[in-house]
């Protein structure tokens, strides 16, 4: 039975060989972001409300990004594992082309409609004095932040590629000397530190912007100047040709993958939207307990990565009879490491919180939020470890009715009837939330268990 779950120590060196440079670097990232949050939020809570909103808004475009790259990205695997480092150079320039479209179009939306968006989160309880500085607070920091979206994509696609053909130290060194940067540039911009002028919650925005051109720059030259390791890079520049079969093949699989996570980020801001009618208090206690919920869930959000990489080489080489074992042992595998998580999350809620400089009420929701989010962790791992199990096979509108149509037909209707309807408190509405994944998980269950994503897709390419 034991070993029907539990791999060997060969298995968990192969995975954690790709998995931990992917949690190292979303640990450090997120490590950064919790210290931003922190900054901003020792400067006042409608400085951190109004950050929190506009990172709501990049929240959306950065999945955007994950899901136009995604697509490729499935071909990329697999044709990294049948040893086609032609068709690895083929799905990168399709992730080139498709990245800047999407950052050119989440540029002019957010410029021509930030305000918009942003009053949508202002419609809960609060004076109309503080609802205003909000929105002068979130629109400053949104247009800077517009500046790092073009070079966040372009970073994306190095990313996504290099981990793909077994490169995963170079993303995860790139990263984590972009959040060093990140880091003491916040200090330096926030708190007008070493010499640098304070521009609070604006210099939160320029310090993100400069280290999204440091992660670039280092991605590209020492990309470029170790070609013998990343053959794909050679030659990817000289024209933007595609075969049309492939291309056509990408499109059929990544399209329906671009709008699950286009649907999927969008659905969990309207989500937050969904909370934010019950004050703009829950606004920023939510805001603090999102921040450590990603801190506390890279390490299974790393293995659940690993999975679709993995088994997406499994299935270019043909290892379909290996593929359902494989993916049995890394679920589990993810399950096991959200548990500590957990653990240390649930613990951490009861001070987290306090280092904030804002009211009593945010504390106290931010650690109800936080305390409820450490119990539904495993289940938010099994989700995530499903589906990335069933992207790895191109079944991506299974992915798709399992992710976003899921979001969008249960849980936010769910959501709004109890914050507009209800006279329950923001802890209840959330837990309830929470708790639908547990028949997502269940569908995720099925699915994964008979197999049918179980398929080469790049044999005839």
Same mark, same amino acid.
């Given at each position: ?79 990294? !594992? ?16 498709? #990245? ?25 309880? #609060?004076? *109309? ?18 500046? /790092? ?5 372009? *970073? ?11 490169? *995963? ?8 000397? =972009? ?15 070493? /010499? ?5 919650? *604006? /210099? ?30 050679? /030659? ?30 969008? #659905?969990?801001?309207?989500? $937050? ?15 603090? =307990? ?58 951490? =809620? ?22 409820? !989010? ?29 992710? $976003? ?13 109890? #914050? $507009?309807?209800? !006279?329950?408190?923001? $802890? ?34």
């Amino acid at each position: 039975m034991l070993s029907k779950y539990i791999g060997n120590k060969s298995f968990y060196k192969n995975v954690l060989k790709l998995a931990i440079p992917i949690m190292l670097q979303n640990a450090i990232t997120n490590f950064v972001n919790m210290l931003d949050n922190i900054m901003v939020g020792k400067l006042s809570t409608n400085e951190m409300t109004g950050v929190a909103i506009a990172n709501q808004l990049i929240f959306v475009f950065t999945f955007c990004v994950f899901g136009a790259v995604a697509g490729a990205g499935i071909f990329g695997a697999q044709f990294f !594992g049948k040893g086609d480092h032609e068709g690895v150079r083929y799905t990168f320039r399709f992730k080139l082309i498709i #990245g800047m479209i999407v950052a050119v179009m989440g540029i002019a939306i957010f410029w021509f409609l930030g305000n918009p968006l942003i009053n949508l989160y202002l419609k809960g309880e #609060g004076s *109309s004095a503080d609802k205003l500085e909000i929105l002068s607070y979130a629109k400053n920091y949104l247009n800077i932040m517009l500046i /790092g979206l073009i070079p966040f994509a372009i *970073s994306q696609c190095y990313s996504a590629t290099l981990r793909e053909c077994d490169r *995963s130290l170079l993303p995860m060194f790139a990263g984590i000397i =972009a959040v060093a940067v990140n880091l003491i540039f916040n200090f330096s911009l926030i708190y007008g530190k070493f /010499g640098f002028p304070e521009l609070r919650a *604006s /210099g939160a925005a320029i310090a993100t912007v400069i280290s999204r051109f440091t992660e670039l720059l280092i991605l590209v030259v020492v990309t470029a100047l170790t070609a013998k390791r990343s053959p794909f890079i050679k /030659g990817a520049f000289k024209s933007l040709y595609m075969p049309y079969k492939l291309s056509k093949e990408i499109f059929k699989k990544g399209m329906p993958l671009m709008l699950n996570e286009i649907l999927w980020a969008s #659905g969990m801001a309207a989500m $937050s939207q969904c909370y934010s009618i019950k004050g703009i208090d829950v606004v920023a206690g939510n805001n603090i =307990a999102q921040t450590y919920f990603n801190v506390f869930s890279v390490a299974f959000t790393a293995v659940g990565i690993s999975i679709g990489i993995i088994l997406g080489q499994q299935l270019g080489k043909g290892s379909k009879n290996e593929v359902l074992d494989t993916a049995r042992k890394l679920i589990v595998f993810s399950i096991l490491i959200s548990f500590i998580a957990a653990a240390l999350y649930f613990v951490c =809620a009861s001070f987290i919180p306090e280092f904030y400089n804002t009211s009593d009420e945010v504390r106290h929701i931010a650690k109800r939020l936080m305390q409820i !989010g450490a119990i539904t962790l495993p289940l938010e791992a099994f989700a995530q470890a499903a589906y990335f199990t069933l992207r790895s096979g191109g079944k991506t509108f299974i992915v798709f009715l399992f992710d $976003s149509a899921y979001m969008w037909f249960i849980s936010i209707p769910i959501a709004f009837v109890l #914050g $507009s309807y209800s !006279g329950l408190t923001i $802890s209840w509405i959330y837990l309830i939330c929470q708790l639908l994944i547990t028949l997502k998980c269940i569908l995720g269950y099925i699915f994964v268990k008979r197999g049918i994503w179980i398929k080469n897709i790049v044999d005839d390419l």
